[in-house]
């Protein structure tokens, strides 16, 4: 069965940065296309950043030049590097696993950006 166990999140202050890491359980980690996703309070759920199994990656427009996506196929882990953080940037994150028509998702680690 695939799990995926986000963790990295908590309280910064505006400005700062924090990682996020999400561990995979799954066979076969490198064929998958890896995603972070948030979702706000009241909004919709978004995409963050995207990372291929070819190694491309693709962001939001709203965290362009702020965070960046990476994995460790050996270690099948995908990490988020959120920097300059605002306010807008709380949510909660979700990692997610897709390939083909399978998709899977973590249970999400909250994020909050306040003085």
């Known amino acids: 069965q695939v799990q995926l166990v986000e963790s990295g999140g908590g309280l910064v202050q505006p400005g700062g940065s924090l990682r996020l890491s999400c561990a995979a359980s799954i066979s076969i980690f490198s064929i998958y296309d890896m995603n972070w996703y948030r979702q706000a309070p009241g909004k919709q759920r978004e995409l963050v950043a995207a990372m291929s199994r070819g190694g491309s990656t693709n962001y939001g427009d709203s965290v362009k030049g702020r965070f960046t996506i990476s994995r460790d196929n050996a270690k099948n882990m995908v990490f988020l590097q959120m920097n300059s953080l605002k306010p807008d940037d709380t949510a909660i994150y979700y990692c997610?696993?897709?390939?083909?028509?399978?998709?899977?998702w973590g249970q999400g680690t909250q994020v909050t950006v306040s003085s």
């Open positions: 997610n696993a897709a390939f083909g028509r399978t998709s899977h």
